[in-house]
């Protein structure tokens, strides 16, 4: 049986997981924009861009005391998921 203190912080958890969705869709919102001003499908992959980002979230992951490897393992992995999707819905101009 499971701790009822367990189900109570879950359902935080899954409250929090929607607010990620809401974010998720804003981002997703700004990626559409910038693709829709790609001209070339070379241009999705900005590497010099992507490693800053990183950089940084590894930064203010330690100001906010978050583990970095959690943050920056979750950033690679929507960066990845991000050109994907470019690739999948890249339009030749």
Known sequence: MVNANIIKIRKKLDKLDNSFLTLLKKRLNLVNQILANKKYKK?????????????????????????????????????????????RNFKKK
Not at 43 to 52: A, L
Not at 58 to 73: A, E, F, L
Request: no cysteine; aromatic share 6%.
């Open 43 to 87: 241009d999705i992959i900005d590497k010099k861009r992507i490693k800053k980002i990183i950089k940084d979230i590894k930064k203010k992951s330690k100001k906010k005391n978050i583990d970095p490897i959690i943050s920056v393992k979750i950033w690679n992995s929507m960066i990845r998921a991000f050109i994907d999707y470019e690739t």
